[in-house]
């Protein structure tokens, strides 16, 4: 296997911690060594960041909470800006010698970035930055709401500018009430170039684990090989 992914969506809020831990329950299931990595987190909830702690429980191999999370800031705003109000540079070679770390001690590690794919970092940097210093297979999320199309392809040409393998992608139905839902999911099959690997249902409640059946992991573990 590859020795992770690294999951992006096409907007903030659109389910890539979902995702993220639904891949490690499954990976986890083939009985490989797992760990999640939320390198940047923004918004924290009665002192904590549930992001985080979703990935820690969906992780079975024992590490830091700083090797999982290196950068971690109170308010829900852009990465740059939570930094700046906290006096602090995110410095993405901190987060790439946490991940190395990581990734000795897992087999699989995957790798949530933060809101959209171009959010800014620092002053000088961005979430593609972050993707190409991790030199990550990418799985996009695309969260299904009018807009989606462009949304889905602006990213996907960002992602695509890097470089970097785009591995595949994951709908994720949002809103219950949006108009041609199948032909919008139709359209970008044909149109994205990499393959759907599943599609999340509008139920909030439905429980993680369960998404793990609805990603077809038996296409990335065939397809992602060393």
Known sequence: MAKGFFVTGTDTGIGKTTVSCALLYAFAAQGKKVVGMKSIAAGSENGLWMDVELLLAASNVN???????????????????????ASREI????????????SMKADIVIVEGVGGFLVPINQQQDGADLAKILNLPVILVVGMYLGCLNHAFLTVKAIQSTGLELAGWVANCMDPQMLAIAENISTLERQ???????TLPFDRETDIRQCTELLDIKFLTENHRK
């Open 63 to 85: 590490v830091s909470r700083q090797q999982i999370n290196p950068y971690a800031f109170e308010p829900a705003v852009a990465p740059h800006i939570a930094a700046q109000r």
């Open 91 to 102: 410095d993405l070679e901190v987060i790439r010698a946490a991940y190395c770390a990581l």
């Open 192 to 198: 994205l170039g990499c393959p759907l690997l599943g």
